[in-house]
């Protein structure tokens, strides 16, 4: 017999992969053994959280099918079980365990596909408030607008690739059309955000890329617009801030 | 709330009951996917003002000889005071040991220490959240050597000691009953009907262990017979409850859904599961 | 004001007045909708499978070959870096 802290510490170590030998010790076993029964446990948590797994990680799971996933995620799930109850908030460190997998190393887009999953994920579930609108900022004086620090919306994040991840992820959307992707394709930054009813991205040029990632740095509007004039001279701020804010990328001044 | 069928709303009818708002007794939804602020949660806010609400919890880990993980009780707290629903409930479980959070519904050795632990975690759960919460029985696949109380012995001293409600799932009762080779009609015995808050039905599937039949309590198909017939036993011995239908995997078209809880009621109305057709 | 810091500001008020038209929003992709709040359903119900041991050591990684889409993802580099 074991007091209820230590069985429920060697159940936990039998479910992170242990043998259960002390556990078995202390379950009725009949015609269905012991260890059989406790199995039904460890199958299911491995499943289930797999399974939490393939929806938060929708585009992974379509390009790599469902075996390969289940591995992959099985792997993930023993060394990296979840530290709260709310599953949509588990996963965070499956795109750099998706990085270092080996055997998905002939995929090298994958880190990144899992990278704009969960980016996705996370804007989808963040809260919806109030966003910036042109007109908030009228009656700035120029001067101040320049030593303004802008929030992007809660939950937006700019997922930057070497890879086409905007077009890998619609050929891997239900439905697409078989044309393939040439990996060999310039790579893209995705501004990730949540809308009123859903998460959605853009795709962003380089230089529009380096102004999001200095405004998510609270950068100010000023030093935002040189860190873009430093990637490309010809940078177009008026179309690309006025883009932004056409697409309610930011949220509301405090 | 009145003792009528509802369904457990899930996530691939969400826009569709919004759009349509069908008839059913009330619908029940799992804490833990709105606790977040997204659409879906905005979504059920709205739904409020056209439907009863239960809240049915998943991840409180009420047998958690560590205690309640106050951070999560917390966000559980916030939606509750926001959706105001009728009935709020757990399950006699445990699913965390060492921060690590297991997803499963995991057995508790039936003994005087995990009564004290459940005792004390439901109480902590009421007192935060200042209302009377139900305690479901979960679907068994072992029992422990040493425990020295059946299931329903066990839930009817949590009910006496903590003041808490009781919500039997027939289907679970079946399952277990299967599983450990026990008499379902003995394991109603011992529970006390003014305790109990609700019932939920669901389907199970056939699975094998060492070569013999377990019951898998999957809610992946129509509710069995067998299972109704239990619930019609049930209904003649506690009386009418809420009675929520809830379907997880394979889930089908809503319309189906919406079917089974109608099945269900006339169950609940007659107390016969001869009326399950009628 | 020396001249970038009024180039910029310039344009940034510039952006506050483009007219509708000039902020067409090209290749917004609507990725999520309600149907991604389940997560925690599975917890409730069982996986059906649960009690099949062949469930033991999910396919060896090592042979399981991806069977996706990602025979559409062709040529190019064969390195992030």
Known sequence: MLALPDLQKAFAGYLSGGDGVDLARIVRGDSISAAARLRIHRHHVQQSLATALAATFPTVHTLVGEAFFGAMAGSFVVKDLPTQPVLAEYGAAFPDFVDGYAPARDLPYLPDMARLDWALNVAFHSPDGPRLAAADLDSIAPDRLLGLALDLTPGSALVPSAFPIDRIWQASQPGANGSQVDLAAAGASLLVGRRSDDAAFVALDAAEAAFVTAILGRATLEAAAQAAFAVEPAFDLSTSFGRLLALQAFAALR | ?278 | ?81
């Open chain 2, 1 to 278: 709330m009145d003792p009528v069928a509802g369904i457990g709303l899930r996530s691939p009818h969400l826009a569709e009951i919004a759009r349509e708002k069908p008839a059913t007794g009330f619908l029940e939804i799992h804490a833990e996917n709105y606790l977040a602020g997204s659409p879906a949660r905005q979504t059920i806010e709205h739904l409020r003002r056209d439907y009863e609400f239960s809240v049915h919890a998943v991840g409180l880990s009420l047998g958690s000889a560590e205690g309640l993980d106050e951070k999560h009780l917390d966000r559980v707290a916030g939606l509750i005071e926001r959706l105001e629903p009728q009935l709020v409930s757990d399950h006699l479980s445990w699913s965390v040991a060492g921060g690590r959070y297991f997803n499963d519904l995991l057995p508790l050795p039936y003994t005087e220490e995990s009564l004290a632990v459940v005792v004390r975690n439901v109480q902590r759960l009421q007192e935060r959240l200042g209302r009377r919460v139900s305690i479901e029985n979960p679907s068994c696949y072992l029992a422990f050597e040493h425990s020295i109380l059946s299931e329903p012995e066990f839930l009817a001293e949590v009910a006496r000691r903590s003041g808490c409600g009781l919500l039997l799932d027939a289907n679970n009762i079946f399952v277990t009953a299967h599983n450990l080779r026990l008499d379902p009609a003995d394991w109603l015995a011992p529970l006390p009907a003014d305790a109990i808050t609700e019932y939920h039905l669901a389907g199970h599937a056939v699975n094998y262990a060492d070569g013999e039949r377990v019951l898998i309590d999957d809610h992946g198909s129509h509710v069995s017979d067998a299972v109704l017939d239990l619930f019609g036993e049930i209904v003649r011995r506690y009386g009418k409850r809420p009675t929520l239908v809830e379907w997880d995997t394979d889930i089908p078209a809503l319309d189906v859904l919406l079917d089974e809880a109608r099945r269900a009621e006339r169950v609940l109305m007659a107390g016969r599961a001869d009326a399950r057709a009628a």
């Open chain 3, 1 to 81: 004001m020396n001249t970038t810091r009024f180039a910029i500001a310039s344009a940034l008020a510039a952006a506050l007045v483009l007219p509708a038209t000039a902020q067409a929003q090209p290749n917004i992709e609507k990725c999520y909708g309600v149907a991604k709040a389940g997560k925690n359903d599975c917890q409730t119900a069982k996986s059906s499978c649960a009690g099949t041991s062949k469930t033991d050591n999910q396919a060896d990684a090592w042979i399981s070959v991806p069977k996706g889409t990602c025979d559409k993802i062709v040529g190019g580099k064969l390195t992030a870096s």
